[in-house]
């Protein structure tokens, strides 16, 4: 992978854009912990940048015309390791009229797979919240930080 990182980033002149924030974390963590030092040295040269950033940078420059009623942030826990919550939210404030963060949103309760597996989890994790989502109504957009797998 950072082989490919090293290529796709032009030795490092380019950033790389990721567009899930566990994969940023994971390639800003957990890629350097198993790495040679050359290729932990290539990769540290290298600007990963998370997409809930790359967008928040082009926000200036974009025209929203239209917003919608309301939405609803859900930052993953990847999203709170990399400092990037507030600004998910920020970015889902300037496309509508109102947003926010459900109360109770601590934690997803997937922990990776684990929630696939064990769809109890996720229940127990999002039960405080639930209440809020069901009453959001119809116009209430839902966003996140990474697409789901299903």
């Known amino acids: 992978m ?3 990182l090293w290529r796709w980033s032009d030795k490092g002149k380019f950033p790389v854009v990721v567009d899930a924030a566990s994969c940023t974390l994971g390639l800003k963590d ?3 912990e198993h790495l040679d030092d050359e ?3 290539r990769l540290k ?3 990963i940048i998370d997409s809930i950033a ?8 974009l025209s929203i015309h239209q917003t919608i009623r309301k939405i609803l942030v859900h930052p993953t826990c990847s999203t709170t390791h990399l400092g990037l919550s507030e600004t998910l939210l920020e970015i889902a404030g300037a496309l509508a ?3 926010e963060i459900p109360l109770g949103t601590t934690c997803c309760g997937t922990a990776g797979d684990r929630g696939l597996l064990h769809p109890e989890l996720v229940h127990s994790a999002t039960r405080d919240m639930l209440v809020q989502i069901q009453s959001a109504g119809e116009d209430t957009c839902f966003v ?3 697409r ?3």
């Open 2 to 4: 950072s082989d490919a």
């Open 30 to 32: 957990d890629l350097l």
């Open 39 to 41: 290729r932990k040295d």
């Open 45 to 47: 040269g290298i600007m």
């Open 54 to 61: 790359w967008c928040k940078d082009l926000m200036p420059s």
């Open 97 to 99: 009229d109102s947003a």
């Open 144 to 146: 996140s930080a990474n």
């Open 148 to 150: 789901t797998s299903v």
